[in-house]
C-alpha cells in the first residue's frame, strides 16, 4: 500500500496509538449471548491486557442500549484505572448533550485524581439519540445544546470561578467546581467530530482538540476538515492542538482470519443499526470493500500498520484509536486483537512512519 506524503503531525515516538470500545455486548464460543454485567468484566479485563502490552490509551463509549453495556463509561474506567498503571483514560463519547457539563466535569476531575492523573474525555453529541428522551431532552435542542453545553466545559476546564448562563440549566455565578486537578489545563479533553466544517471550528473556538470519528469510505474524504481545523487556528490564534482519528478494525493473524472473525458480527451490528435507520442491508461487498480502501482496518497486523500508518500521514494525525470490539465478537477473539495490536501493529506503524 503506498503511504502519502506526510503532513506535520507528531513524531513516530509521540503518536498516541489506542484503543476504543462501546462494550457491545458479546458472545460466547458457540454464539451464545453473554449477559451486560459479563460484558462489563470483559471489558476491564481487556483494558488491563492492553494496559500490560503498553497500548497508550483506552476510551469507552457511552450508550443507553441494549446492544452496548457501557452506559456508564467513567464508572468502568474508575475499576480499570485500579487494574492499570499508565495507560490513558477515557471516553469514546461522553454524550454531553444529555449531561449536565458541571457533573461531568466532577467525575472526570475524580478519575484524574485516583488515576493519577490519566483521565480524559472524549465529549461529542451522540450518533446515537436513546439519552435524549431518557434524560428529558427535546431532540430539536440537539444542535444548541451541544454547543451550549461545550462552551461551559470549555469554562470549566480553566478551574477557576466560573460565571455563565444559557437557556437550558441554571446560571453560574462566581463558582467553583470541585475536585480542582492536578493538571496545568484541567481535565484533559477532545471533542469527537464526524466531519462538518462547524464541528471543526466549534473544536477551535473553544480550544478542545478533535477526535475525528472515520466509521467509512476514504479516509482522504477527511483531509479538507483536517486542513480547516490547522488553518483555523492559525487564523484565530489559538496554539497548535493535536488530532486524533478513530475507526473500527480486528487484527488477527492473516488478512483472510480476521475479515472472517469479523464479517459475520459486522454484518449483524450494521444490519440491526441500519434497519433502525432506514439502511438497506449491508453485503459481503460492502464490507471487503471498506477492508480494502475505507476506514475498516482489518487485517493481519501488516495490514492493519499500513493503513494506519496512510491514515495518519494523510492527515497529519497525532493519535489513532482503533474500535476494536465490533459487535458480539468472542473476549478471546478480542483479547488476541489486543495483543496483536499492541506487540506488533503499534511497533510497525511508529516504523513505517519513521522511513
Request: hydrophobic letters at 40%.
Given at each position: 500500500m503506498?503511504?502519502?506524503?506526510?503532513i506535520?503531525?507528531?513524531?513516530?515516538?509521540?503518536?498516541?496509538?489506542?484503543?476504543?470500545?462501546?462494550?457491545?455486548?458479546?458472545?460466547?464460543?458457540?454464539?451464545?449471548?453473554?449477559s451486560?454485567?459479563?460484558?462489563?468484566?470483559?471489558?476491564?479485563?481487556?483494558?488491563?491486557?492492553?494496559?500490560?502490552l503498553?497500548?497508550d490509551?483506552?476510551t469507552?463509549?457511552?450508550?443507553?442500549?441494549?446492544?452496548f453495556?457501557?452506559?456508564?463509561p467513567?464508572?468502568?474506567?474508575?475499576?480499570i484505572a485500579?487494574?492499570t498503571?499508565?495507560?490513558?483514560?477515557?471516553?469514546?463519547?461522553?454524550?454531553?448533550?444529555?449531561?449536565?457539563?458541571?457533573?461531568?466535569?466532577?467525575r472526570?476531575a475524580?478519575?484524574d485524581?485516583?488515576?493519577?492523573?490519566?483521565?480524559e474525555?472524549?465529549?461529542?453529541?451522540?450518533?446515537?439519540t436513546?439519552?435524549?428522551?431518557?434524560?428529558?431532552?427535546?431532540?430539536?435542542?440537539?444542535e444548541?445544546l451541544?454547543s451550549?453545553?461545550?462552551?461551559?466545559?470549555?469554562?470549566?476546564?480553566?478551574?477557576?470561578a466560573?460565571?455563565?448562563?444559557?437557556?437550558?440549566?441554571?446560571?453560574?455565578t462566581?463558582?467553583?467546581?470541585y475536585?480542582?486537578?492536578?493538571?496545568?489545563?484541567?481535565v484533559?479533553?477532545?471533542v469527537?467530530?464526524?466531519?462538518?466544517?462547524q464541528?471543526?471550528?466549534?473544536?477551535?473556538?473553544?480550544?478542545?482538540?478533535?477526535?475525528?470519528?472515520?466509521?467509512?469510505?476514504?479516509?482522504a474524504r477527511?483531509?479538507?476538515?483536517?486542513?480547516?481545523?490547522?488553518?483555523?487556528?492559525?487564523?484565530?490564534?489559538?496554539?497548535?492542538m493535536?488530532?486524533?482519528?478513530?475507526?473500527?478494525?480486528?487484527?488477527?493473524?492473516?488478512?483472510?482470519?480476521?475479515?472472517e472473525?469479523?464479517w459475520?458480527?459486522?454484518?449483524?451490528?450494521r444490519?440491526?443499526?441500519?434497519a433502525?435507520?432506514?439502511?438497506?442491508?449491508t453485503s459481503?461487498?460492502?464490507?471487503?470493500?471498506?477492508?480494502?480502501?475505507g476506514s475498516?482496518?482489518?487485517?493481519?497486523?501488516?495490514t492493519?500498520a499500513?493503513k494506519?500508518?496512510?491514515?495518519?500521514r494523510m492527515?497529519?494525525?497525532?493519535?489513532?484509536?482503533?474500535?476494536?470490539?465490533?459487535?458480539?465478537?468472542?473476549?478471546?477473539q478480542?483479547?488476541q486483537?489486543?495483543?496483536?495490536?499492541?506487540?506488533?501493529?503499534?511497533?510497525?506503524?511508529?516504523?513505517?512512519?519513521?522511513g
Open positions: 503506498n503511504i502519502p506524503q506526510a506535520a503531525g507528531a513524531a513516530p515516538d509521540q503518536l498516541l496509538l489506542g484503543l476504543d470500545t462501546f462494550g457491545d455486548v458479546g458472545s460466547t464460543a458457540s454464539g451464545e449471548r453473554i451486560h454485567a459479563q460484558t462489563l468484566r470483559d471489558v476491564v479485563e481487556q483494558a488491563a491486557l492492553a494496559d500490560r503498553g497500548v490509551a483506552i469507552l463509549g457511552e450508550h443507553h442500549r441494549d446492544d453495556a457501557l452506559s456508564s467513567e464508572i468502568a474506567l474508575a475499576a485500579g487494574r498503571e499508565r495507560i490513558l483514560l477515557g471516553t469514546g463519547v461522553t454524550v454531553l448533550s444529555s449531561d449536565d457539563p458541571v457533573r461531568v466535569y466532577e472526570f475524580t478519575l485524581a485516583v488515576s493519577n492523573g490519566r483521565a474525555v472524549i465529549l461529542g453529541r451522540g450518533s446515537f436513546e439519552s435524549f428522551p431518557l434524560f428529558g431532552y427535546d431532540l430539536n435542542d440537539y444548541e451541544f451550549e453545553k461545550l462552551a461551559l466545559f470549555a469554562e470549566l476546564k480553566k478551574e477557576g466560573v460565571t455563565w448562563s444559557g437557556t437550558h440549566r441554571t446560571p453560574l462566581g463558582q467553583h467546581v475536585p480542582k486537578t492536578e493538571q496545568p489545563n484541567g484533559s479533553a477532545w469527537g467530530v464526524g466531519g462538518s466544517p464541528s471543526v471550528l466549534r473544536s477551535v473556538r473553544t480550544g478542545i482538540p478533535m477526535m475525528l470519528a472515520i466509521i467509512g469510505g476514504d479516509p477527511f483531509a479538507p476538515f483536517a486542513q480547516l481545523y490547522r488553518e483555523s487556528q492559525q487564523k484565530l490564534g489559538v496554539a497548535p493535536p488530532l486524533g482519528v478513530h475507526s473500527p478494525g480486528h487484527v488477527a493473524a492473516t488478512d483472510d482470519e480476521a475479515r472473525q469479523l459475520p458480527h459486522f454484518a449483524e451490528n444490519n440491526r443499526i441500519g433502525e435507520r432506514g439502511w438497506p442491508a459481503r461487498h460492502e464490507f471487503d470493500r471498506e477492508a480494502d480502501s475498516l482496518y482489518v487485517g493481519s497486523p501488516e492493519v499500513q494506519i500508518a496512510r491514515t495518519v492527515l497529519g494525525a497525532d493519535r489513532f484509536d482503533l474500535k476494536y470490539a465490533n459487535g458480539a465478537m468472542p473476549h478471546a478480542l483479547m486483537s489486543i495483543e496483536l495490536y499492541a506487540t506488533e501493529v503499534m511497533p510497525r506503524v511508529r516504523e513505517l512512519l519513521a
